[in-house]
């Protein structure tokens, strides 16, 4: 098997250093009811790319956050959904205050529909 390295953008529009995407992994933990098909979907900011658009390293949203190379996590990433008709600042914003009560951890959503929701108020207005 061989060491994935980095990750296209799911629609196949190249990755911009410092554009947001949203990424799926999956959530399977019986004792709080994420089933086999549960995923857990987080922002992420795009920090490394390769020459042909591809995601290589990635910034999560818990404070202190450094980047972290796709090659570690490959494993446990489903999809990197491009996301760049986000305002960067304004969803990284919204995501970390998206928190568990009486806690910093930032909370990541349970569908794709939930994420798009709360991060409708980042969205660039089309021109």
Do not use: F, K
């Not at 399977?28 to 390293?57: K, N």
């Not at 990635?58 to 996590?73: D, I, K, N, Q, S």
Request: no cysteine.
């Amino acid at each position: 098997m061989s060491r994935v390295e980095s990750l296209p953008l799911a629609n196949g529009a190249p990755a911009r250093r410092g554009h947001v995407a949203l990424l799926l992994s999956p959530h399977w933990e019986p004792l709080t009811g994420g089933g086999p098909d549960a995923v857990h979907i987080e922002l992420i900011v795009i920090r490394s790319v390769t020459r042909d658009g591809r995601v290589r390293a990635y910034e999560e949203m818990w404070p202190g956050g450094r980047p972290t190379l796709v090659a570690h996590m490959a494993w446990n990433i489903l999809d990197v959904i491009d996301a760049s008709v986000l305002d960067p600042d304004r969803a990284v914003e919204i995501a970390r205050a998206r928190t568990y009560p009486d806690s910093s951890q930032v909370r990541r959503w349970s569908s794709l529909a939930e994420a798009r929701a709360d991060l409708r108020p980042a969205r660039i207005p089309a021109s």
